[in-house]
């Protein structure tokens, strides 16, 4: 007959990822002629939970590099930009209870676009978080009645000396001893 025990630990109870795409507007005190490039560094973010929903705090900043004055001139426009994401997570198990929040960044922040609009630059940036929800979950295993056999442990030291007092007892000339008589 089988006995089970139960046992409590802690288990990703929720998982799941998100898309999101931003795209923003910001202003350039010369008119721009080329998108020379855009890249996004610095991204920071947590979670928390609230209810049944996930939100994401996070910065990153983006930087964009840009020719003016019929291309004779460049500049680096600097721009941090915060967001806050809303996720609905529901645990697998109805009984499950997540109280810890794991976030991760599953493809950074990236522009995919960029334009350049009169006197402003829009700009479209791309990110994929992965969200985890932890908690206390119950196990059921099976475990057997039966002991398991005991190993014998040999003890090393006493075995070298036996060995030694062996090897003292041989006689090595015993063949020649023997021929004599």
Not at 115 to 128: A, F, P, Q, R, V
Request: charged share 35%.
């Amino acid at each position: 007959m089988a006995n089970y025990r139960e046992i409590v630990t802690k288990a990703v109870i929720s998982k799941g990822k998100k898309l999101f795409t931003t795209s923003n507007t910001v202003p350039v005190t010369n008119h721009p002629s080329t998108i020379l490039g855009c890249w996004v560094i610095n991204h920071n973010f947590n979670g928390s939970k609230n209810g049944d929903q996930i939100q994401i705090h996070g910065s990153y900043d983006v930087n964009i590099w840009y020719s003016y004055d019929n291309d004779t001139k460049t500049e680096v426009l600097k721009q941090t930009e915060t967001y806050n994401e809303v996720v609905h997570m529901r645990p697998r198990e109805e009984e499950a209870n997540g109280e810890e929040i794991i976030v991760r960044s599953l493809k950074q922040p990236n522009c995919i676009k960029v334009d350049i609009d009169g006197d402003k630059i829009n700009y479209t940036i791309e990110k994929e978080l992965g969200i985890e929800l932890v908690g206390d979950v119950k196990v059921k295993i099976e475990t057997n009645a039966e002991e398991d056999p005991w190993d014998e442990i040999i003890d090393e030291t006493k075995q070298e000396e036996e060995v030694e007092k062996i090897d003292e007892e041989v006689k090595e000339d015993f063949i020649q001893e023997e021929q004599q008589f």
